[in-house]
């Protein structure tokens, strides 16, 4: 018989990268968003600086730096929280990272979710010897290098530059 356990594995794994793909988005998605932001402000208060322009504008273009902003946060990183992403798409993703899966685990997991079902059509012991090598080789999938965060670390970079230039132009620009 099949081990709950077993599939409850997979689905940890499942949830694990699911849990990690979310936030890594929502990360990178902040990151471009303040990055976006920060740059609009600094070419705004420069080009400003250059060719002085009047009340009306610069609170013309606070409100629509507000409202930007807000439409980046929502698209950029609230989605991405909440976006549902199937477990399909995950078991894929993993699969792609860890080639040696094969289709193993999403053949166990699509023969599980049917087992009941599958009593004429397949034999019992093969859907749970399926499972159970699909979990045995789970356990060796690491959901922190599935999701890699290399990317962010660089998004991290450009976003200080960012704010140091936002900084500088703050502390030499007071009165923009």
Known sequence: MESMTEIQQINKLIAQVRTRLRRVNAL???????GIIIAVVIIFTAADFVFPLPFSVRTGFFWLLIGASLGLVVSLVIY?????????DIIRF??????ELKDDLINAVQLAQTRAESVNL???ELVDAQVYKSAKLSRQVNPVRIVPV???????YILAVLSLGLLLNVLLFPEQ
């Open 28 to 34: 990178a998605g902040l990151s471009l968003s303040s």
């Open 150 to 156: 290399q990317n962010l670390k660089l998004r991290g």
């Open 80 to 88: 991405p929280l909440v976006k549902n992403i199937a477990d399909e």
């Open 122 to 124: 397949f034999s019992l």
């Open 94 to 99: 993993i699969q792609d990272t860890h080639p």
